[in-house]
C-alpha cells in the first residue's frame, strides 16, 4: 500500500534560517512520482517539484532545494534564508502509475512558521 | 493563463441537502481530480475524470459522485449531506493521466454542513 509520512506537524524558524522538511514514503510501484506542494492561509495549493522515481539527481530552484533519496524512500525539502513569506503548510505528494489515473496520495503537511 | 477556478467559494448547507460544486480547469487539461481536505483526515482523493469518463475512485461513499463534461469542465455532488462532510473541497486539472503530470489546484469551494 502506498503511504506518505511527514512526521514533523509543525515547525518554527527565525527568517535567514535554513529549513528541511522532511518526507517518507512507501509504495510498491517501480515507477512513481514524487511531489511537493505549499499551502498558504489562501488555502490554494500551489505545485512546487515534481521528481520521477529514476531520477535522483537533487534540484535547486532559488532558495528551494530538494533531495530525493531511493535507498531511504525519502524526498526532503530544503529552504535556505527562509523569509516570512514561506510561511505556510508544505505538502509531499506520491503518485503512482500502474492505476493509470492521477490520484495524489498525500502526506499531513508540515506547518513552517518563519518569524521575524 | 487562467488558473483553475472552482464555484462557489463558499457554501452553507443544511444536513440532509444536497450540493454541487464546479471546477474549470486550465485551458487544454483533460484530467480533472477532486480531492476533499479536513482538519482529522487531511487531503483525500475522491475522483478523477479524464475525457468524460471516471478513471479512478477513493473511498468515499456513493453519495459523492462527479461527472465531466465535453468542454473538460466538472461537477462534483453531494446528496443527503452531513455534518462531516464540512470540508474545503480541492478540484485539480492536468495534462494527462498516468499519474505523472503534476496537478494544478483551484481555491477551493468551502462547504459547511450545519
Known amino acids: 500500500a502506498q503511504k506518505v509520512t511527514q512526521a514533523q506537524t509543525e515547525i518554527s524558524v527565525v527568517e535567514k534560517e535554513d529549513v528541511t522538511l522532511d518526507c517518507v514514503y512507501e509504495?510498491?510501484?517501480?515507477?512513481?512520482?514524487l511531489f511537493w506542494y505549499k499551502q498558504p492561509p489562501s488555502g490554494e495549493l500551489v505545485f512546487l517539484i515534481r521528481?520521477?522515481?529514476?531520477?535522483?539527481q537533487n534540484e535547486i530552484s532559488g532558495r528551494y532545494s530538494w533531495n530525493f533519496q531511493k535507498s531511504t524512500s525519502s524526498f526532503n525539502f530544503t529552504i535556505t534564508a527562509s523569509q516570512v513569506v514561506d510561511s505556510a503548510v508544505y505538502f509531499c505528494?506520491?503518485?503512482?502509475?500502474?492505476?493509470?489515473?492521477?490520484?495524489?496520495?498525500f502526506g499531513t503537511g508540515t506547518r513552517l512558521t518563519v518569524i521575524p | 493563463k487562467a488558473g483553475v477556478t472552482q464555484t462557489p467559494r463558499y457554501l452553507i448547507k443544511t444536513r440532509g441537502q444536497q450540493v454541487t460544486l464546479s471546477c474549470s480547469p486550465i485551458?487544454?487539461?483533460?484530467?480533472v481530480s477532486w480531492y476533499q481536505q479536513t482538519p482529522g483526515q487531511g487531503l483525500q482523493f475522491l475522483f478523477e475524470?479524464?475525457?468524460?469518463?471516471?478513471?479512478n475512485k477513493g473511498n468515499f461513499p456513493g453519495r459523492f459522485s462527479g461527472r465531466q463534461f465535453s468542454n473538460s469542465r466538472s461537477e462534483m455532488n453531494v446528496s443527503t449531506l452531513e455534518l462531516g462532510d464540512s470540508a474545503l473541497y480541492l478540484c485539480?486539472?492536468?495534462?494527462?493521466?498516468?499519474?505523472?503530470?503534476?496537478?494544478?489546484f483551484g481555491p477551493g469551494t468551502r462547504l459547511t454542513v450545519t
Open positions: 509504495t510498491r510501484d517501480t515507477t512513481y512520482y
Open positions: 521528481r520521477n522515481s529514476f531520477d535522483e
Open positions: 475524470y479524464f475525457s468524460e469518463t471516471q478513471r
Open positions: 485539480a486539472s492536468s495534462l494527462g493521466g498516468s499519474g505523472k503530470y503534476e496537478q494544478y
Open positions: 505528494a506520491l503518485s503512482e502509475t500502474t492505476t493509470g489515473a492521477n490520484n495524489l496520495f
Open positions: 485551458s487544454g487539461h483533460r484530467s
